[in-house]
C-alpha cells in the first residue's frame, strides 16, 4: 500500500526565515516517483520538484531545495529566505505503477 | 496546446441527481487520475487509468464510476449525488512514470444540496 504523510498541517513563519517542510512516504514498490506541489490560493497545481526512487542527490533550485533519503524514506523541501509569495498549501505526492496520491499537505504562511 | 480540459467548472445538483465531469487531454498520455479535494484538505485520489480500457480504484472510489474507453478522455460518473460529494474535482493526466510530470486540469466545483 502506498501512503505519504505531511505531519505538518500549518507552519507560520516570519519573512526571510527558513522553513522545512517534512514528507515521509511508504511503498513496496521499488520503483517510484517523488514530487511537491504548490497550491497557491487561486487553487491551481504548480509542479516544484520531481525525483525518481533510484536518484537520491539533493537539488538545490534557488531558494528552494530538497532532501531525500530512502533509508527513512523521507523527501523533504526546503525554502531558504522565505518571502511572502512562498505562502501556500504544499503538496508531497508519490506515484507508483501508475497510483499517483497526495500527502495532506502543508499550508505555509509567510508574514511580513 | 489544450493541455487537460475539465467540463464543467462549476455545477450545483440536487441530492440523488446524477452528472458526468468530463475530461479529456490531446497529449497522448496514458495515465489519467481523477481527484476530489475538499475545503482546507489533500487531493484524494478517486479512480485512475493506466491506459485505455483499464480503470482501477483509489482512495475514495464509492459513490463513482469511470469508463476509459478511449486514451483521450476519462469521464467521472457520479450517480445518486449526496452532500458528502461535495468538493473541487480535479482530473489530471502523464506518460507512465517515466519522470514526466502530471499536468492537471483547472478544476471543477461541484457543491450537491
Known amino acids: 500500500a502506498q501512503k505519504v504523510t505531511q505531519a505538518q498541517t500549518e507552519i507560520s513563519v516570519v519573512e526571510k526565515e527558513d522553513v522545512t517542510l517534512d514528507c515521509v512516504y511508504e511503498?513496496?514498490?521499488?520503483?517510484?516517483?517523488l514530487f511537491w506541489y504548490k497550491q497557491p490560493p487561486s487553487g491551481e497545481l504548480v509542479f516544484l520538484i520531481r525525483r525518481n526512487s533510484f536518484d537520491e542527490q539533493n537539488e538545490i533550485s534557488g531558494r528552494y531545495s530538497w532532501n531525500f533519503q530512502k533509508s527513512t524514506s523521507s523527501f523533504n523541501f526546503t525554502i531558504t529566505a522565505s518571502q511572502v509569495v512562498d505562502s501556500a498549501v504544499y503538496f508531497c505526492?508519490?506515484?507508483?505503477?501508475?497510483?499517483?496520491?497526495f500527502g495532506q499537505g502543508t499550508e505555509l504562511s509567510v508574514k511580513p | 496546446n489544450a493541455g487537460v480540459t475539465q467540463t464543467p467548472k462549476f455545477r450545483i445538483l440536487k441530492i440523488g441527481q446524477s452528472m458526468t465531469l468530463q475530461c479529456t487531454q490531446d497529449?497522448?498520455?496514458?495515465?489519467m487520475y481523477w481527484y476530489r479535494q475538499d475545503p482546507g484538505m489533500g487531493l484524494k485520489l478517486i479512480y485512475y487509468?493506466?491506459?485505455?480500457?483499464?480503470?482501477d480504484k483509489g482512495e475514495v472510489p464509492n459513490g463513482y464510476n469511470v469508463s476509459r474507453s478511449t486514451t483521450e478522455d476519462f469521464p467521472l460518473r457520479l450517480e445518486l449525488a449526496a452532500p458528502s460529494q461535495t468538493s473541487v474535482y480535479f482530473c489530471a493526466s502523464s506518460f507512465p512514470d517515466s519522470g514526466n510530470t502530471i499536468y492537471f486540469g483547472e478544476g471543477s466545483w461541484l457543491t450537491v444540496v
Open positions: 487509468s493506466v491506459g485505455a480500457g483499464i480503470t
Open positions: 497529449m497522448n498520455h496514458n495515465y
Open positions: 505526492a508519490l506515484s507508483a505503477r501508475g497510483k499517483l496520491i
Open positions: 511503498t513496496r514498490d521499488t520503483t517510484y516517483y
